[in-house]
């Protein structure tokens, strides 16, 4: 199947962008990379009078530094993170995400931005940067705001976006020294998209830390604090105090009720938290 006939236009200014969305009658797309919205193209999942491309305006590929705050522009490739074009304060985590995402042609072409708001509870960034408490940047013709991701992905192919609005920006918060990180994939091959997501941000110094769990129905299942995963401390012992049996708890209470799919994603939480205890070598070549 192809798609329908539709218009395209290239913006070339956020503030183009944002008034073409804001005044174009009918059905309008955005597209960024393309690798989400192209399969729905063809299968006519959808039908748009116009596409919007939004790949050259220039705020969308912009990356700064904000104190201890990473700003990528939404349209940030998942190969420009991979490959380390971008800065990360992340110390590898946002690298390691990037490089286990798909395969190579899907993450020259995707990104950040675009896998954000297609919001597949399998994809990689929306379970990542829910653990590393990132936010996103939302403009509109009211102008500019800040929410956590777990507050934007609302749930299955969900998120929290009005009909003129578009992702600008995502804030990862730098991970710390001390800090530990942990994020595992479960899928049956290389460049799959997830069955299961383990991520864990762990401050043992603060005795603080988040949990996810994800690619499961709804958005990912956060525990903002995850004390209780560790009997109720998270300090440097944390990986002996892992406590599978809460992991299942959280996930009973999220209303997973197939006792097998728990224990997959209790076993891949358990393989995070060992992660974070011992992080593996990134072994990506140098930064370009
Ligand atoms: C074969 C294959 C395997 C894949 N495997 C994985 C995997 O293992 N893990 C994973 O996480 N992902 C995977 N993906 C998805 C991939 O990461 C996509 O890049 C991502 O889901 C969408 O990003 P995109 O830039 O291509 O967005 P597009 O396809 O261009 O857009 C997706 C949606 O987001 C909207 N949109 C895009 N950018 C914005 C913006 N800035 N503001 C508002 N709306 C916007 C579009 O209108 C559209 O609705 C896979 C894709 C393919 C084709």
């Keep these: 199947m192809k798609p329908v006939a539709f218009a395209w236009e290239r913006p070339d200014s956020l503030a183009a962008l944002l008034a073409r969305l804001a005044e174009a009658p009918g059905n309008v797309k955005l597209i960024a990379g393309g690798q989400s919205l192209g399969p729905m193209l063809n299968l006519r999942l959808v039908e748009p009078d ?6 050259g305006v220039p705020e969308l590929r912009a990356v700064r530094v904000e104190s201890d705050t990473l700003v990528l522009g939404a349209c940030v490739t998942h190969a420009d993170i991979e490959d380390g ?26 990104t950040v931005g675009g896998s954000l708001v297609h919001a597949d ?49 995502v804030r990862v918060p730098a991970l710390p020294a001390g800090a530990a990180w ?6 049956a091959k290389i460049g799959e998209f997830a069955h299961a997501i383990g991520a864990v941000r762990l401050e043992p110094g603060q005795g603080r830390g988040r949990a996810v769990i994800g690619a499961v129905e709804g958005p990912p299942v956060l525990l903002a604090d995850a004390r209780p995963l560790f009997g109720g401390r998270i300090g440097a012992d944390f990986a002996d105090r892992f406590d599978p049996a809460a992991a299942d708890a959280a996930l009973r209470a999220a209303g997973m009720t197939d006792a097998v799919e728990r224990h997959v994603h209790v076993t891949v939480l358990a393989r995070a938290v060992a992660q974070a205890a011992k992080p593996v070598p990134l072994n990506l070549p140098e930064a370009a």
């Design 182 to 187: 942990g994020y595992v994939k479960h899928c």
């Design 121 to 169: 509870p399998a994809a990689d960034w929306v379970s990542a940067l829910t653990a590393l408490g990132a936010e996103v940047e939302i403009a509109g013709p009211d102008g500019c705001r800040t929410l956590p991701v777990e507050r934007f992905v609302t749930g299955p192919l969900t998120v929290a976006l009005g009909r003129a609005e578009i992702l600008v920006a």
């Design 85 to 110: 074009r971008v800065r990360d304060l992340t110390r590898g985590a946002l690298r390691r995400v990037a490089a286990a995402i798909a395969y190579r042609p899907v993450r020259n072409r995707g």
């Design 50 to 55: 116009l596409i919007l491309d939004i790949t």
